[in-house]
């Protein structure tokens, strides 16, 4: 036989509960809810004869929760914010807005002209751009996609690879007819223009030599930037050789600003990868972003794997 359930309590009394639980106060709980303090009262009297129990200890003008009331409190917050998360996803299943977050270079140089290709498609889509060298986690920020770097370990979040990290030296066609570089040992030699913070596990000139295999010499010239768009304008300028990363600079190399000296790459087993909230309803516009950028990667991907040297 079927055990019938158990009626719940009236969602009156339940609402008097959580406002007098949360502010410890009759009255203040029933100038929130616009009612009575009798009222309240009456309301949590129904609620403890209901459950069996009570659930504040009442003194002279002050209440606190019993232990059954503190079970019972968070039991109903667990519960008021599965509801809040439940609106927003239906809110934003029929939304128009898409906000995405990113790396400042990222979004510089990868991400933008992904989405300035999506809005040729979908302009009646609006895109948000978050750029921040700060990690952006989708479960607690409002944002409905962020692009992670790193080893696609992490717990709670769907990923999709987007592509691995290439790293590989640039610089102007003057600046390598004027210093024909035959080696990576060469470089040592130029004017290396190095990004003084990043979030890449290989940022630097020094990172870059010891993960490619090669031994500089102590002393080289260089030029120190603090981000990588004036690392490539000092490239493009013939300032000097740069650290490119694959998808950063695909545009630069294919319109001869750049070219690569070399036919030397480093890759650190690191990727770039889109990544959602796991149990996260994407609003038709976003899964029509994330398509975009799944496919904009796979150009990208394409493309790098037909870069050849200057």
């Known amino acids: 036989m079927i055990k019938p359930r158990k009626r719940l309590p009236p969602l009156n009394a339940i609402a008097a509960f959580e406002?007098?639980?949360?502010?410890?106060?009759?009255?203040?709980?029933?100038?929130?809810?616009?009612?009575?303090?009798?009222?309240?009262?009456?309301?949590?009297?129904?609620?403890?004869?209901?459950?069996?129990?009570?659930?504040?200890?009442?003194?002279?003008?002050?209440?606190?929760?019993?232990?059954?009331?503190?079970?019972?409190?968070?039991?109903?917050?667990?519960?008021?914010?599965?509801?809040?998360?439940?609106?927003?996803?239906?809110?934003?299943?029929?939304s128009t807005s898409v906000t995405i977050a990113a790396s400042v270079a990222m979004s510089s140089f990868w991400l933008m002209p992904a989405i300035i290709r999506f809005r040729e498609r979908h302009p009646e889509i609006d895109i948000?751009?978050?750029?921040?060298?700060?990690?952006?986690?989708?479960?607690?920020?409002?944002?409905?996609?962020?692009?992670?770097?790193?080893?696609?370990?992490?717990p709670g979040l769907v990923k999709y690879k987007l592509f691995d990290e290439e790293i590989f030296p640039v610089c102007s066609p003057s600046y390598l007819e004027q210093h024909p570089i035959d080696s990576a040992a060469d470089l040592a030699n130029e004017v290396l223009i190095d990004v003084e913070a990043g979030i890449s596990v290989c940022n630097c000139w020094n990172e870059w030599f010891d993960l490619a295999g090669v031994e500089p010499r102590d002393h080289h010239s260089s030029i120190r930037v603090s981000n990588f768009d004036l690392a490539y304008r000092a490239a493009c300028a013939g300032k000097g050789v740069a650290l490119a990363w694959a998808y950063g600079c695909t545009e630069m190399i294919e319109d001869g600003r750049l070219v690569r000296p070399l036919d030397i790459s480093v890759?650190?087993?690191?990727?770039?990868?889109?990544?959602?909230?796991?149990?996260?309803?994407?609003?038709?516009?976003?899964?029509?972003?994330l398509e975009t950028l799944t496919e904009y990667a796979a150009d990208t991907n394409n493309s790098s794997g037909s870069q050849h040297t200057g």
């Open 128 to 154: 948000r751009v978050l750029a921040s060298d700060q990690p952006v986690d989708p479960r607690r920020e409002a944002v409905d996609l962020a692009i992670h770097y790193g080893d696609g370990h992490w």
């Open 19 to 94: 406002a007098s639980a949360r502010l410890l106060s009759f009255t203040r709980a029933a100038a929130e809810l616009s009612l009575s303090q009798g009222a309240v009262s009456r309301q949590i009297q129904v609620l403890e004869e209901r459950i069996g129990v009570p659930l504040f200890n009442r003194r002279h003008r002050e209440i606190d929760l019993t232990k059954a009331g503190m079970v019972f409190q968070q039991a109903i917050a667990q519960s008021l914010m599965s509801i809040r998360r439940a609106v927003e996803v239906i809110e934003n299943l029929e």
């Open 267 to 289: 890759h650190t087993r690191l990727s770039e990868y889109i990544v959602t909230a796991e149990n996260y309803e994407l609003s038709h516009a976003a899964k029509a972003v």
